[in-house]
């Protein structure tokens, strides 16, 4: 069985410009998850998808957004980037919203 | 907001020995995970825990869900060099919450 897959593996921008960034779930889990690991920071949550609808938002500023498509894959899309935005971003996905599995993550860099 | 205290920050065991990691909040968890996360990779789920006072297995990893449900502890026993990683406590405060919320690590370092 396929695990979370994320893409791109590494995104580099630059400051006031747009990041999207994907994810694919294990198949037949409708859930996902976005969380920030800055460094010195852990894991942050930032957003919660289910079946299509936002359900849950952590405490980051509305240029943090995403969506998720009929096939349960999701976006996060990080407007007007800020330096401090650099990190690994991570997507879990979850059949019973509580075991959490988790990709590999994009690690994105803002210059 | 919540917050989970994880302790300690780092250990440098010697291979063999057994190690002992844990968790509190002052806030009540439903659920409480372990995840594993290695240099450049997501974490990986270790065992997950539904119910207070719950001991759980998983190969040479046991962890327990604590009796006031505000704590959690993992060990690991007959360590190896591959146990070396980043070990998270996460918990859930309930279903319709959704989000994890994790606790700042324990570095793992294994002398064979």
């Known amino acids: 069985e396929a695990g979370v897959t994320q893409s791109p593996t590494h995104l580099i921008k630059t400051r006031g410009q747009q990041a999207t960034l994907r994810c694919s779930p294990i198949?037949?889990?409708?859930?996902v998850y976005w969380y920030q690991q800055a460094l010195g920071l852990g894991l942050q949550f930032l957003l919660w998808?289910?079946?299509?609808?936002?359900?849950n938002r952590g405490n980051f500023p509305p240029r943090f957004s995403g969506r998720q498509f009929p096939n349960y894959s999701s976006e996060l899309n990080v407007n007007a980037l800020e330096l401090e935005d650099s990190a690994l971003y991570l997507c879990?996905?979850?059949?019973?919203?509580?075991?959490?599995?988790f990709g590999p993550g994009t690690r994105l860099t803002v210059t | 907001g919540q917050q989970l205290n994880q302790s300690p920050q780092s250990m440098f065991i010697q291979e063999g020995e057994d190690v002992s990691m844990n968790c509190t909040s002052s806030?009540?968890?439903?659920?409480w995970l372990w995840y594993k996360q290695e240099p450049g990779e997501g974490p990986v789920l270790l065992i997950a825990l539904y119910k207070a006072g719950e001991l759980t297995s998983n190969g040479r990893l046991t962890a327990q869900f604590g009796i006031t449900r505000k704590d959690s502890f993992l060990n690991i026993s007959a360590s190896i060099p591959s146990d070396v990683g980043i070990y998270f406590c996460a918990g859930q405060l309930g279903g319709s919450q959704g989000n994890l919320i994790f606790g700042k690590g324990t570095k793992l370092s294994v002398k064979p």
């Open positions: 198949s037949g889990h409708t859930s």
């Open positions: 998808y289910d079946e299509g609808e936002e359900r």
């Open positions: 879990a996905s979850s059949l019973n919203r509580y075991e959490q599995y």
């Open positions: 806030s009540i968890f439903n659920t």
